[in-house]
């Protein structure tokens, strides 16, 4: 099938009718600069009492979110950091997961103006990976030691959802063994890939989609239409409701994102929590993640490094703290395209996951594993640390790092893992989860260095265990004992 004919059958209009109320979609512009406009009465009493709902695991109001955003004093904003880091602490502890993305084709059928991969870019050098090439890739980056990627595709008939399907079979299929001689395996695989149609989403669900990640990059309409001219991804609408399709289609974990730079960065904060309220009106499920990537350089692109919504460090770490407390028991994902100093001060206000080691050229993780150059990337990376720095750097600071993939495996996901998160039960076993995922680690990849320090963390997350009411009142104490042991004696892949 030729492009122009397979652009033309993608698009179901029925699958965005459906989702419609009154024929309109549920980003109302008007309704969010009103909001925006509207609660500018930030005093710390009228704050506080907003925080105070985070710190309950509440999802925050439109209008109280608004309120935060428009807060000015930048003593209040401390404060705000802390309750955000706090909240963090009781819905998540103080674990920190990771995952590396795996870039399998950067053809592409759009025309968006920030990014390497449009098609006019002829700078680009075009690459759909074969399966040999996917097994070189995941062989790399288990070597790292990571359990879990997210794999990621342009918008192009040769990376179809039968294309990532088969792909996600052959990253699933790969077995490495580690310094220590066990067998390590892909355990989870998400997917940031374009908008699909219900049924092929189904054919993503039979074979093991972890999440469902599409960002709709900006949430106002002119802007969007201005940086997505041409293509598949002009859309609005087919976009927008992305996410609604793979609930239907049986994918209950789902992630969302913007990509701040493109326009107001308080806008597009207000368009992630409306994205937010409207899934969980429909299918009673809100995303899984958000994600908020920074617009960064890329090869061929003006827009990119000249739009006047640039935003700043300072705003940056603000509205990843403002989505932390308004959306308190939801998963957050800052990327390898921020530098260290910045990714190290986030994490800090209630980050979830990170990206490490991270390669994002076609066939990257191959030509690093020979010393090869890498070819020009979709973005900027500003983050390249390996894995073992940065899970170093993190136990300095007492945050564990967790490849743990327990929940999903165990059917904690959908509405399951939310009202779990909102009660602070998840965290519960996610914290013995980390422990033995990280003890996996440290045993199997880690530097020297960092397995010192490493086992001083294990020791005080034990003392926390040992003291806490939950593992003594559901008997998870001798169980985490025991599967420890098992796996400081070579076993893998236990989990509560």
């Known amino acids: 099938m030729d492009t122009r004919s397979w652009i033309d059958q993608v698009i179901k209009q029925d699958q965005i009718d459906k989702y419609l109320i009154n024929g309109k979609d549920f980003i109302n512009e008007n309704e969010i600069h009103n909001k925006l406009n509207m609660n500018k009465d930030c005093s710390k009493e009228k ?21 935060l955003l428009n807060v000015t004093d930048e003593d209040m904003w401390e404060e705000m950091y802390e309750v955000a880091a706090e909240v963090k602490r009781r819905v998540y502890d103080n674990r920190i997961v990771f995952f590396a993305p795996l870039y399998c084709g950067n053809l592409c059928v759009n025309s968006c103006r920030y990014c390497g991969f449009r098609k006019e870019n002829a700078g680009e050098e075009r690459k759909v990976l074969t399966a040999e090439e996917i097994r070189r890739e995941t062989d790399y980056i288990l070597s790292q030691g990571h359990k879990r990627v997210i794999v990621v595709y342009g918008e192009h008939p040769k990376t179809d959802a039968k294309y990532i399907a088969e792909s996600m079979k052959t990253v699933y299929d790969v077995k490495k063994e580690s310094k220590s001689g066990r067998n390590s395996y892909i355990r989870r695989i998400n997917v940031n890939a374009a908008p699909m149609s219900i049924e092929d989403l189904k054919m993503l669900k039979e074979v093991g989609i972890g999440t469902y990640q599409v960002f709709q990059e900006t949430y106002h ?14 859309n609005y609408r087919w976009r927008l409701y992305s996410l609604h399709r793979a609930m239907d289609a049986g994918i ?15 806008f597009e904060v207000m368009g992630l929590l409306y994205h937010a309220d409207d899934l969980e009106k429909q299918f009673g499920i809100g995303p899984h ?22 935003v700043n460090n300072k705003d940056f770490k603000k509205l990843v703290t403002v989505l932390r407390l308004a959306v308190p028991y939801t998963g957050l994902i800052i990327t390898a395209r921020e530098n260290p100093e910045v990714r190290d001060e986030v994490v800090k206000v209630g ?36 894995l073992d720095q940065v899970v170093n750097k993190l136990a300095e600071m007492g945050k564990i790092t967790s490849f743990c993939t327990a ?22 076993f996610c914290k013995l989860n980390a422990v033995l995922t990280f003890r996996e680690y440290l045993d ?37 004992n025991d599967y420890y042991k098992r796996i400081s004696e070579g076993e893998r892949d236990l989990y509560v």
Not at 221 to 234: F, I, R
Not at 289 to 310: D, Q, V
Not at 373 to 383: P, R, S, V
């Open 252 to 266: 209950d974990d789902v992630a969302i994102g913007a990509l701040f730079g493109l326009y107001d960065w308080r």
């Open 351 to 386: 980050c979830t996951q990170l990206d490490a080691s991270t390669k994002i050229g076609i066939g990257a993780y191959d030509k690093a594993a020979h010393n090869e150059k890498e070819d020009k990337q979709q973005f900027t990376i500003g983050d390249n640390r390996t």
């Open 221 to 234: 309409k002119d802007t969007y239409k201005s940086a997505h001219p041409k293509g598949l991804k002009a």
């Open 47 to 67: 704050v506080r009492a907003i925080l105070d709902k985070s710190l309950a695991v509440e999802r925050l109001s439109f209008d109280e979110t608004a309120t």
């Open 444 to 480: 199997d990849y880690a530097t020297e260095e960092t397995k010192k320090i490493g086992e001083e963390l294990i020791k005080k997350e034990f003392e926390e265990i040992n003291n806490m009411e939950f593992y003594k009142n559901n008997k998870l104490l001798s169980v985490i």
């Open 289 to 310: 993640t958000i994600s908020f990537p920074r617009l960064t350089p890329a090869s061929g692109s003006e827009l990119s490094i000249a739009s006047k919504y640039l």
């Open 407 to 428: 929940g999903y495996r165990c059917g904690r996901t959908g509405d399951k893992i939310m009202n779990l998160l909102e009660t602070g039960t998840e965290g519960k």
